[in-house]
């Protein structure tokens, strides 16, 4: 997404160098891909800032909203008149180019953080089992937190803090169900 975004840079350094005037309908579409692009920066800063461990658990959501991020992209584009623009051929193709990519692109998620999105729910469902009360496997657990970026105390300490954040977040919004997934969470962590 943020290749999308910075291909669409010389498109507004173009117009903002432009001496002449912006067709209406251009600055129309320019205004929605400007709030495209603000949503995206908030999206990735949410990614950022939040529990790694949360993300992982909620990837097909997030994935989700980048999907549909870059489909208003692409709908913004649509109704672009490139044509009407004062821009470089080079600008102009970029533009094209990008636009053609946005409307050929289709949700994905990785593999690789699905299948480790199973494992950890495995290791949280084998706990709860009656058999199993109690038993962790450590090191499967370990090696999911290590592939995530969780490697040290500290970066434990920092990602209980914000599943504790998230859970007082989901609490507000109803979401009961979500606090107590998130308060095991913290337990396996913990």
Not at 72 to 77: D, E, N
Not at 110 to 115: K, T
Not at 139 to 160: Q, R, T
Request: with cysteine.
């Amino acid at each position: 997404m943020i290749r999308r975004i910075k291909l669409l840079y010389s498109l507004f350094e173009e117009i903002q160098d432009t001496n002449g005037s912006i067709p209406p309908s251009s600055i129309l579409c320019l205004t929605e891909l400007f709030s495209v692009i603000r949503r995206v920066k908030g999206l990735i800063q949410e990614c950022k800032d939040g529990s790694c461990v949360w993300g992982l658990i909620q990837t097909e959501f997030v994935s989700n909203q980048f999907y549909v991020l870059v489909k208003q992209m692409g709908r913004a584009l649509d109704i672009l008149p490139v044509s009407l623009l004062d821009l470089t051929a080079d600008t102009r193709e970029q533009v094209e180019l990008l636009h053609k990519q946005v409307k050929r692109v289709d949700s994905y998620v990785d593999p690789r953080e699905l299948q480790r999105r199973e494992v950890l729910l495995q290791v949280m469902a084998s706990e709860k089992n009656s058999k199993n009360k109690g038993f962790i496997d450590f090191g499967i657990a370990k090696e999911i937190m290590s592939c995530i970026g969780l490697i040290n105390p500290f970066d434990y300490e920092e990602e209980i803090s914000k599943l504790e954040v998230e859970a007082k977040k989901q609490a507000g919004t109803g979401g009961l169900i979500m606090v107590s997934n998130i308060n095991n969470l913290i337990s396996l962590i913990s």
